[in-house]
Structure formats: structure tokens, C-alpha cells
């Protein structure tokens, strides 16, 4: 049994057949245009996912339907992308569109939800029933797994934990508003506190470290803060502080099981998940009389877009 997986984003458009144990098999990828209109975009996607299937001779009783993960305020209920900043789409019939060209049922939710829904069902998720994934990219990406299912919201448009409010009045978000969790706690965020570090202080280590890695990106204060330089120290604690404060917000409402990190920041693995962990077990109300919540790393990885919109069939 297989389906078609899509992961759409702002720069690249990926698919690949994936069976219902979540193992991938062929893949395809096209670039997106930026300014290019949605359905000139889509067509596009249209005519390679035909020709995609030719080539790699599948028939169309091979598969059971189209899963597709968008990211940015999705109606799954009625297949609509209500909007999608990355992508500049707006008020979308995606479902319908992909249905029409394609000849197959298509499921749409958000990128963040095929995420989660991939790791619940095939890595780090799969021993719990509650849990939170978090991606640590661009923004903040979530998804919410509750009772063993995915979480999504009225008419699919919840599960927004990066634009709940972590300071009042706080920094501009992308969102519009002030404060939220993705303007402290996104790799977008942490470089933005390096530069501004680094230009307070240029004796830092963060400087050496950048002209090493070509430039200042996410990994460059975690790289200065394991070789001691105090700022870069400062700012990872700082960072660790942002985003458990915002994980014991959620704690606090839903008690998951699990927290699991995903997204490029996740990937400097026990050095900054021990530092979360500690800081959430010394700081979280009612620590003595609720059990604890596990922070781990996801295991499906760079393929759990394609793998978690393939499984929106398998569910
Ligand atoms: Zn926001």
C-alpha cells in the first residue's frame, strides 16, 4: 500500500512514495519561483508528479492517495490554504486543484503537523500518546499530539505554539504581533542575538567562529559556547531560557509526555537538550506532584515532511 507524500516550502516543492511502515522510496523535488502566482506553481507541481509516476511505473491503483504538508495557516477540514506567507499563497482550493489534475484523493494540513504526524507514527513519537514536536527553524514551527492523535484544531488552524505570547509588548514577531515564542526562540532569533552580542563584543570567540563557517547562522553560538567563550555561553543560556519558558507554557496546559525538538537548532543534540531539560525540571510549577516530560530529539528526520503528509493515509 502506498501513498504519495508532498512537502511543500518556500524554496522547493518534494514527493516520494512511501508505504504504510513510513519507508520511502522514490523521490522527486522542484524548485519553487518566488513570485511565481499558485496556480502557475501547482500546474507545475501537476505535470511532474505525472510524469514522476510514469516514470517510475506506478499505476494508479498503486496508490491510495496524495498527502501534502503546506506551511502557514491551513484549512484541512476543506483543503484550503487560507495563507501561506513563505509561499505568498492565499485562500487556496489546494485539495481541489491537486484532485482535479491528479486523479487521486488528496489530504492537505500544515508542514509542522506532517512533521509531528511522521515522528508519532515512525520515530521518536511512536512510545507516547501526548506530545509536542517543535521545530526550531525560520520560525517555530508545532505540531500537538493528544490521545494518541493528532491535534489540529477548529477547521485545522490551530497548533500555533511559536506565536504564543512569551513577553508582553515584546519584539516584533513575523506574525504581526508583539512578544510571541518564535521572535526569542527561533534560529531566525538566536542569530539575530549573536550579531547584536557580537557587536558589543569583538573580542568573542562568535567572531572566529563565523568567519570559520562563512557566516553568522544558528550553529555559531553553540560552536563558541562548547570551546568556553563567555558570550557565546550567555547567549546559548539565554536561548535555553527563551524556549523552556515557553515549553512549561505548554506543560502547564496540555501535560504532554514528550517534548521533541526537530529543525536545524535540535541537531546540537544532549549539549543544548540536557541544558532545556534541566532548566525545565528545576523551573516547572508543580514539578513534585506531575510526572515529568521527556525532551528528546526527533529520529524520522529530513524526510518526515513527505513521510507524515504520506501518512495523513495511513492514520
Ligand atoms: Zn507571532
Request: with cysteine; proline share 2%.
Amino acid at each position: 500500500m502506498f501513498a504519495l507524500g508532498i512537502d511543500i516550502g518556500g524554496t522547493s516543492i518534494k514527493g516520494g512514495i512511501v508505504n504504510n511502515k513510513g519507508k520511502l522510496f522514490d523521490t522527486f523535488k522542484m524548485p519553487v519561483t518566488k513570485d511565481e502566482n499558485q496556480d502557475k506553481t501547482v500546474k507545475k507541481l501537476i505535470r511532474l508528479v505525472k510524469r514522476f509516476l510514469k516514470e517510475y511505473h506506478y499505476k494508479n491503483e498503486d496508490i491510495i492517495g496524495v498527502g501534502c504538508g503546506v506551511p502557514g495557516i491551513i484549512d484541512s477540514t476543506n483543503g484550503i490554504v487560507t495563507f501561506s506567507g513563505n509561499l505568498k499563497w492565499h485562500n487556496f482550493a489546494l485539495k481541489r486543484v491537486l484532485e482535479e489534475g491528479l486523479g487521486f484523493p488528496v489530504k492537505i494540513t500544515n508542514d509542522a503537523n506532517a512533521a509531528a504526524l511522521a515522528e508519532a507514527k515512525y520515530g521518536s513519537g511512536s512510545k507516547y500518546k501526548s506530545f509536542l514536536m517543535v521545530t526550531l527553524g525560520t520560525g517555530i514551527g508545532s505540531g500537538i499530539f493528544v490521545d494518541g492523535k493528532l491535534y489540529e484544531g477548529n477547521l485545522g488552524k490551530g497548533a500555533e505554539f511559536g506565536h504564543s505570547l512569551l513577553v508582553m509588548d515584546g519584539r516584533q514577531c513575523a506574525c504581526g504581533r508583539k512578544g510571541c515564542l518564535e521572535a526569542y526562540a527561533s534560529a531566525t532569533a538566536l542569530v539575530k542575538d549573536t550579531r547584536a552580542m557580537m557587536e558589543f563584543h569583538k573580542d568573542s570567540l562568535l567572531w572566529k567562529v563565523s568567519e570559520e563557517l562563512g557566516s553568522v547562522n544558528a550553529r555559531v553560538p553553540f560552536i563558541a559556547a562548547r570551546e568556553g567563550d563567555k558570550y557565546a555561553i550567555e547567549l546559548v543560556d539565554m536561548y535555553v531560557k527563551y524556549l523552556s519558558e515557553g515549553l512549561i507554557n505548554y506543560f502547564n496546559t496540555f501535560r504532554p509526555e514528550a517534548v521533541i525538538l526537530s529543525g536545524g537548532i535540535a541537531e546540537e543534540g544532549e549539549f543544548l537538550i540536557s541544558k532545556i531539560r534541566n532548566y525545565c525540571q528545576t523551573h516547572d510549577y508543580g514539578l513534585k506532584m506531575c510526572p515529568s516530560v521527556d525532551i528528546v530529539k526527533s529520529s524520522v528526520g529530513y524526510d518526515s515532511g513527505k513521510i507524515g503528509a504520506a501518512a495523513l493515509f495511513f492514520d
